[in-house]
């Protein structure tokens, strides 16, 4: 079964840090593109990294760069999401998601159940 | 960085209904656009790719068009399993970004 499950999510304060990880299986993680999506509580998605199959191009949505850092490691089919200096506004549920390359368009086709990240003192 | 924008935000409707969901670019990103259902609690769906193309195993009364800056999702009769939140998102550009979602609610 393709699947991906997220983990590493908790309460922190703000100006902490936090490292998610999302380990793929049933597919062959090192041949696809991945992210993280977060979804603030009662809010809608936000897009918030991606990173290549070879993990050499990498891009940030702007509310988190240079504070997040995406990372994979194929050998163990993992994604990973180190965050600092968090701030409340990044209280959410992270989601990694596989773009699926479908000739000439991208799509999200498979999703983690989430964990939830909570920044608060 | 491209900004998607869904009409309605909200709707209200009954099961056979037909229900038509608009998603707007702020500019043209061709066909580079897909929809997600998500339901309370679950991760999104993936329900159409390519603007236009139904992801495998996504029922038929899902359909999408569009191209350039404005798209549609539409439902052909709403069922009870298909109340949830919808979003559009763009992937033409990096940012991919996502519409506001669009919730469908039972009348």
């Known amino acids: 079964e393709v699947q991906l499950v997220e983990s590493g999510g908790g309460l922190v304060q703000p100006g902490g840090s936090l490292r998610l990880s999302c380990a793929a299986s049933?597919?062959?993680?090192?041949?696809?593109?991945m992210n993280w999506v977060r979804q603030a509580p009662g809010k809608g998605l936000e897009w918030v990294s991606y990173?290549?199959?070879?993990?050499?191009?990498?891009y940030y949505a702007d509310s988190v760069k240079g504070r997040f850092t995406i990372s994979r490691d194929n050998a163990k089919n993992s994604l990973y999401l180190q965050m600092n200096s968090l701030r409340a506004e990044d209280t959410a549920v992270y989601y990694c998601?596989?773009?699926?390359?479908?000739?000439?368009?991208?799509?999200?086709?498979?999703w983690g159940q989430g964990t939830m990240v909570t920044v608060s003192s | 960085d491209i900004q998607l924008t869904q009409s309605p935000s909200f709707l209200s409707a009954s099961v056979g209904d037909r229900v038509t969901i608009t998603c707007r670019a702020s500019?043209?990103?061709?066909?580079?656009l897909a929809w997600y259902q998500q339901k309370p609690g679950k991760a999104p769906k993936l329900l159409i790719y390519?603007?236009?193309t139904l992801q495998s195993g996504v029922p038929s009364r899902f359909s999408g068009s569009g191209s350039g800056t404005e798209f549609t999702l539409t439902i052909s009769s709403l069922q009870p399993e298909d109340f949830a939140t919808y979003y559009c998102?763009?992937?033409?550009?990096?940012?991919?970004?996502f519409g506001p979602g669009t919730k469908v609610d039972i009348k």
């Open positions: 998601a596989r773009t699926h390359d479908y000739g000439d368009h991208d799509a999200f086709d498979i």
């Open positions: 500019q043209g990103i061709s066909s580079y």
């Open positions: 049933g597919f062959t993680f090192s041949s696809y593109e």
């Open positions: 390519a603007a236009s």
């Open positions: 990173i290549s199959s070879s993990g050499s191009t990498i």
């Open positions: 998102q763009q992937l033409n550009s990096y940012s991919f970004t």
